[in-house]
């Protein structure tokens, strides 16, 4: 629909907004020396408006150019691996390069679940299959990922899974379905009581541009504080200890590189910023960059203190299971072959499919519509790259996503009836077990589940 009042969007009266889409702001047709007086006033009228709209963004322009918020160095690029958090060594992988370390850290969690079976009196020498559950971004979409998780309990078959990832969204859910049913209550709470003004508080257009965001996360860290208590990373650690895995991706801007945090090691490290951490990272997952405030966490390096600026995760990919190499490094790190199964989970918290819209012909708007298509074309990728992963495993998956069956209207970002809509719609499938889809759509469906 033709917007009415193009100018509204930027604070122009409606009768000045007509010099925006070309109609003079004439309330009648005028002929002779009255029509060339009004239209010399509207001229002027409009001259002077663009011109006050010139000198605040030139202000804010100069302004911008030398006014840089302060920050610790960034940690130099030959020494990005090496950055360390102090006194919580090993809690993090950078996925894309080097798998050592993370292979190590898979090494680590096996010898756990051995001896958590052991001390149970149950066999070692056959272990049950590695369940992954992978949860992306999506914004108040997450509250899907809600329903899916809690309808599954009903039906007594939810895994208790090994491995448990989030990016975005998705970061705000991942602890909680790692601790299974008994925070159900916690996800279901979040996810239909969320508000617009309970995630991000917007700053004025001047003071965003010299700030670091457009809006502050500070909401969003108050509701996180609320239900990330000492209590539940306590939990997360005594899983941890069993051989079990939470992690959470955020993106390291400086880097440009994805950074996968494992969120037991920090759990369990009794450190004394180990809360503080766990929901910073958890927070810098859903912080968009420009859109609202980065995250900056300090890091050690060669002896010397450096900060990082971390955003959402979905940057670089917006759900994760693991690299495609992975099975083949843990075969030459230990010397024999995985005889594990592995049973993939993931849940799309979004559709696979592109949203239509009828794209104004302005150049935010052109912009806006263009960077959509990306974002939802790149999280699409993302899943088929997990499946043809899974697949070259031998692994089962399973991908759950918003189908066009589901068409609530969403008036609004964290519209509660919206939410409330997509948690029942996730309640229903998952309850019923019909969530699952063993291939995305156009792909072959394996002879596995």
């Not at 100018?7 to 409606?14: E, H, N, Q, W």
């Not at 925006?20 to 005028?30: F, K, N, Q, T, Y």
């Not at 909401?219 to 939990?235: F, G, K, M, S």
């Not at 005889?339 to 949203?355: H, K, S």
Request: aromatic share 6%; with cysteine.
């Amino acid at each position: 629909m033709q917007d009415r009042n193009p100018g509204a969007r930027i604070g122009v009266p409606a009768g000045r907004a007509g010099l925006l889409s070309g109609a003079l702001p004439l309330p009648v047709v005028l002929s002779g020396k009255r029509a060339t007086d009004a239209l010399g006033r509207a001229l002027t009228a409009a001259l002077a408006f663009w011109l006050r709209v010139a000198s605040i963004v030139v202000t804010a322009a100069c302004l911008a150019s030398c006014t840089v918020l302060p920050r610790l160095d960034p940690v130099p690029e030959s020494m990005t691996e090496q950055a360390v958090i102090p006194g919580i060594p090993g809690c993090r992988h950078w996925l894309d390069r080097d798998l050592g370390p993370f292979i190590q850290m898979i090494v680590q969690d096996m010898a756990r679940q051995r001896d958590t079976r052991a001390k149970a009196g149950l066999p070692t020498d056959s272990m049950p299959p590695v369940t992954i559950l992978s949860i992306s971004g999506g914004g108040d979409n997450g509250a899907f990922a809600a329903g899916i998780l809690s309808g599954w309990t009903g039906r007594a078959d939810r895994p208790e899974f090994t491995v448990v990832t989030g990016v975005s969204a998705g970061a705000l859910i991942a602890p909680f379905a790692f601790l299974g049913p008994a925070y159900d209550d916690v996800v279901r709470q979040a996810a239909m009581s969320i508000g617009p003004d309970d995630v991000f508080r917007e700053r004025s257009r001047i003071s965003g541009l010299l700030s670091d965001g457009m809006a502050s996360s500070e909401p969003l860290r108050r509701l996180v504080e609320r239900y990330v208590t000492a209590e539940v990373i306590a939990a997360v650690a005594n899983e941890y200890r069993k051989g079990r895995t939470l992690q959470i991706a955020t993106t390291d801007l400086d880097a440009g590189r994805q950074v996968a945090w494992n969120m037991g090691v920090i759990a369990a490290s009794n450190a004394p910023g180990a809360l503080e951490l766990f929901r910073k990272i958890m927070i810098a997952s859903t912080s968009i960059p420009g859109a609202v405030s980065p995250v900056m966490i300090d890091v050690e390096a060669a002896g010397k203190h450096y900060q990082e600026m971390h955003v959402d995760g979905g940057v670089i990919t917006q759900l994760f299971t693991y690299p495609s190499h992975t099975l083949a490094a843990l075969e030459k790190a230990t010397g024999s072959p995985v005889r594990r199964g592995i049973a993939v989970f993931v849940i799309r918290n979004g559709r696979l499919e592109p949203d239509w819209a009828n794209t104004p012909r302005r150049t935010l708007s052109i912009g806006g519509r263009a960077i959509n298509a990306l974002v939802q074309s790149e999280g699409v990728n993302d899943i088929y790259r997990a499946y043809h992963t899974a697949r070259q495993d031998k692994a089962h998956f399973n991908l759950a996503y918003i189908a066009s069956d589901f068409n609530a209207p969403h008036r609004k970002e964290f519209d509660r009836a919206y939410m409330q809509s997509l948690f029942e719609y996730g309640y229903r499938l998952g309850a019923a077990g019909s969530a699952w889809h063993a291939a995305p759509p156009g792909e072959d469906i394996p002879g596995v589940r």
